[in-house]
C-alpha cells in the first residue's frame, strides 16, 4: 500500500492523486469517501464507475449504455460519458459513426458543409472562384484551400473541390482561336472554319462516335449515327448550331 501524501486532502475528492503510483496498472490511486487514500480497481473502457471504492469495499463498475454511453479509457473515478448527438449539434448535422461503449459518436455534414469538431457545428466549404482551383477539396473535417490556376491550368466554375485543369493543345489541323487564360481553356478550330463556337470539340464528337462506328446501330450507318450523335447534343445544350459547316 502506497505511502499517504504530506498534505492532507479533502476527503470528498474523487480525482486520482497522479504524483502517486499504484503496483498494478489495473489499480488507480484513488482518494476514497471518507477514508485514506488506497489503489483501487480501474473501470475497463466500455464501462464506468457506480459507486467509487471505499477503505473496505473496492469500486463498483457498471456498462455504459450500448448507443447512449461510452467510457474511452480505464478509470477508477469516472463515470459512462453521453453519446454525442449529432442532429442536435446543427441541422445540417449527421452521424458519420456510430457510438459505440468505447468511443463517442463522430459527426459530419451534409454535402457542401464541413464538421467542426471544436465548436460542434457545420460550416459551408469555400467555393474557389473561376480563376482558382481548390488545391485541397473540402472534406468532412477540413474546409477547402483554394489556389490560383498555375500558367497552363484554368478553372471558369464556383466550386469546393474541383482542381484547375490542364489547358488544351491544339492539334494538327486546328487553329488557335483563343488562348487559355485563368478563367477559360484555349479555343481550337478547324482550320477550315476559324469561326467554331466553344461548346463541344470536334475531338470529343469523335470520341463518341468512334464507339459505335464500327458496326450498324438498328439499320443506322455509322454517317447517320455521327449526324444523330450531333443533333443529339445541341438538344440537350439547348442551342442552334451557328456554322452548318461543322457538321457532314
Known amino acids: 500500500m502506497p505511502q499517504a501524501l504530506q498534505q492532507p486532502l479533502n476527503s470528498t475528492q474523487l480525482d486520482p492523486i497522479r504524483q502517486e503510483t499504484c503496483p498494478s496498472p489495473n489499480e488507480e ?4 469517501l471518507n477514508g485514506p487514500l488506497r489503489c483501487c480497481n ?4 466500455g464501462e464506468g464507475m457506480l459507486q467509487l471504492c471505499t477503505n473496505q469495499t473496492q469500486t463498483v463498475c457498471r456498462p455504459c449504455q450500448e448507443g447512449s454511453e461510452f467510457s474511452l479509457e480505464a478509470s477508477a473515478t469516472a463515470k459512462c460519458m453521453q453519446c454525442k448527438q449529432c442532429q442536435e449539434l446543427h441541422p445540417f448535422a449527421k452521424v458519420r459513426k456510430h457510438c459505440t461503449p468505447t468511443s463517442d459518436a463522430v459527426c459530419e455534414c451534409v454535402s457542401g458543409y464541413f464538421f467542426i469538431e471544436a465548436h460542434s457545428t457545420c460550416q459551408s466549404c469555400t467555393k474557389c472562384p473561376p480563376g482558382q482551383g481548390a488545391e485541397k477539396p473540402c472534406e468532412w473535417n477540413k474546409n477547402s484551400v483554394c489556389k490560383p490556376c498555375a500558367e497552363g491550368t484554368w478553372s471558369s466554375t464556383d466550386s469546393a473541390t474541383d482542381r484547375c485543369q490542364t489547358c488544351r493543345k491544339c492539334k494538327p489541323g486546328q487553329i488557335e482561336m483563343r488562348p487559355c487564360t485563368a478563367t477559360q481553356n484555349t ?8 469561326n467554331c463556337q466553344d461548346t463541344f470539340e470536334e475531338e470529343e464528337f469523335d470520341g463518341m462516335f468512334k464507339l459505335v462506328s464500327c458496326y450498324t446501330l438498328f439499320g443506322f450507318t455509322s454517317v447517320s449515327i455521327k449526324k444523330l450523335l450531333r ?3 445541341f438538344v440537350i445544350l ?9 457538321w457532314p
Open 29 to 32: 490511486l484513488v482518494s476514497t
Open 42 to 45: 480501474k473501470c475497463p473502457p
Open 187 to 194: 479555343l481550337c478550330c478547324p482550320l477550315h472554319n476559324p
Open 231 to 233: 443533333s443529339f447534343l
Open 238 to 246: 439547348d442551342i442552334e448550331p451557328i456554322h452548318h459547316n461543322l
